[in-house]
T-cell receptor, first 109, second 111 residues
Framework: AQRVTQPEKLLSVFKGAPVELKCNYS??????LFWYVQYSRQRLQLLLR??SRESIKGFTADLNKGETSFHLKKPFAQEEDSAMYYC???????????FGKGTKLSVKP | DSGVTQTPKHLITATGQRVTLRCSPR?????VYWYQQSLDQGLQFLIQ???????AKGNILERFSAQQFPDLHSELNLSSLELGDSALYFC??????????FGSGTRLTVV
C-alpha cells in the first residue's frame, strides 16, 4: 500500500537549533517525494521536491531508498519556520499526491 | 498569488444544505485535484480531473460530486451537508511532475 508516515505531530525547538522533520514512505516503485509547508492554515506551498535536490529557505531533504525516508532538515531553525510541514508521495494510479498527516514545527525564541 | 483561484473563501451554511465550491486552475494546467483538510483527518484526497475527465477518486463521499468544465475550471458540489463536513477544501492544479500548486482554500462551516 502507498503510504506516507510522519511520526511526529509536533516538534518544538529553540531558535538556532537544528531541525529534522521525519518522513517515511511505502511505495513499490520509484518514488517522487515532496515537502509542502502551510503557514497558519493558508494554502500549501511547495517547499522541496526530491528530484531537484535544491535548498529552499535553508531546508534540504535527501531521499534514502534503503530506509524509505525523506527527512527534512535545517541546521539553524528560525522563528518564521514555525508552520505545518507535510511530506507527500506522488502515487496512486494517476499520480495524485498522498500526504502524511503533517508535523507542526514550533520554533521558540 | 499562486495562480490557482478558489471561491468563495468562506462559506457558512446549515445542515442539509447544498453548496458549490469553485476552482480555477493555473493557466496551462490541465489537472485539477480536490482535497479536504480537517483537524482530525489531515489532508484527504477527494478527486482528480484531467482535461474535463475524471481521473482518480479518493475518499469522496457519495454526497459529494465534482466536474471540470471545458474552460478547465472545476466545481465541487457538496450536498446534504453534515456538521462533520466542516473543513478547509483545497483545490490544486498541476501540469507536470513538478508538483501541485494549491489555491488558498474554501473554509466551509456547517452549523
Amino acid at each position: 500500500a502507498q503510504r506516507v508516515t510522519q511520526p511526529e505531530k509536533l516538534l518544538s525547538v529553540f531558535k538556532g537549533a537544528p531541525v529534522e522533520l521525519k518522513c517515511n514512505y511505502s511505495y513499490s516503485g520509484s518514488p517522487e517525494l515532496f515537502w509542502y509547508v502551510q503557514y497558519s492554515r493558508q494554502r500549501l506551498q511547495l517547499l522541496l521536491r526530491h528530484i531537484s535536490r535544491e535548498s529552499i529557505k535553508g531546508f534540504t531533504a535527501d531521499l534514502n531508498k534503503g530506509e524509505t525516508s525523506f527527512h527534512l532538515k535545517k541546521p539553524f531553525a528560525q522563528e518564521e519556520d514555525s508552520a505545518m510541514y507535510y511530506c507527500a508521495l506522488k502515487g496512486g494510479s494517476q499520480g495524485n499526491l498522498i500526504f502524511g498527516k503533517g508535523t507542526k514545527l514550533s520554533v521558540k525564541p | 498569488d499562486s495562480g490557482v483561484t478558489q471561491t468563495p473563501k468562506h462559506l457558512i451554511t446549515a445542515t442539509g444544505q447544498r453548496v458549490t465550491l469553485r476552482c480555477s486552475p493555473r493557466s496551462g494546467d490541465l489537472s485539477v485535484y480536490w482535497y479536504q483538510q480537517s483537524l482530525d483527518q489531515g489532508l484527504q484526497f477527494l478527486i482528480q480531473y484531467y482535461n474535463g475527465e475524471e481521473r482518480a477518486k479518493g475518499n469522496i463521499l457519495e454526497r459529494f460530486s465534482a466536474q471540470q468544465f471545458p474552460d478547465l475550471h472545476s466545481e465541487l458540489n457538496l450536498s446534504s451537508l453534515e456538521l462533520g463536513d466542516s473543513a478547509l477544501y483545497f483545490c490544486a492544479s498541476s501540469r507536470d511532475s513538478y508538483g501541485y500548486t494549491f489555491g488558498s482554500g474554501t473554509r466551509l462551516t456547517v452549523v
